[in-house]
Nanobody
């Protein structure tokens, strides 16, 4: 069992940055790939970024490539999402997830956090 708690969201102006964190409980954190998804009002939850259990492989959606960076610290049971050059279209609730399936798909994850709101003003 893994419990996930996101933090670090907030209101930021376009062009700004936020660092999202996801703290996990459970001794098996390091055995899971971790992902970030986001959901804007009226839209489907979409893949943002993922990182392998070791941190050696990372994956990004085209919309955030070059602006967002995912990382993890297995000693601290935490995964991060550094978001730079934020745009109004990045406004969404951001969720972290843990799983062992296909990292681009929601179905690839077994555990989800409650989400943290990111709002980017123009």
């Amino acid at each position: 069992q893994v419990q996930l708690v996101e933090s670090g969201g907030g209101l930021v102006q376009a062009g700004g940055s936020l660092r999202l964190s996801c703290a996990a409980s459970g001794r098996t954190f390091s055995s899971y790939a971790m992902g970030w998804f986001r959901q804007a009002p009226g839209k489907e939850r979409e893949f943002v970024a993922a990182i392998s259990w070791s941190g050696g492989d990372t994956y990004y959606a085209d919309a955030v490539k070059g602006r967002f960076t995912i990382s993890r610290d297995n000693a601290k049971n935490t995964v991060y999402l550094q978001t730079n050059s934020l745009k109004p279209e990045d406004t969404a609730v951001y969720y972290c997830a843990a799983g062992r399936g296909i990292v681009y798909l929601r179905s690839g994850y077994d555990y989800w956090g409650q989400g943290t709101q990111v709002t980017v003003s123009s």
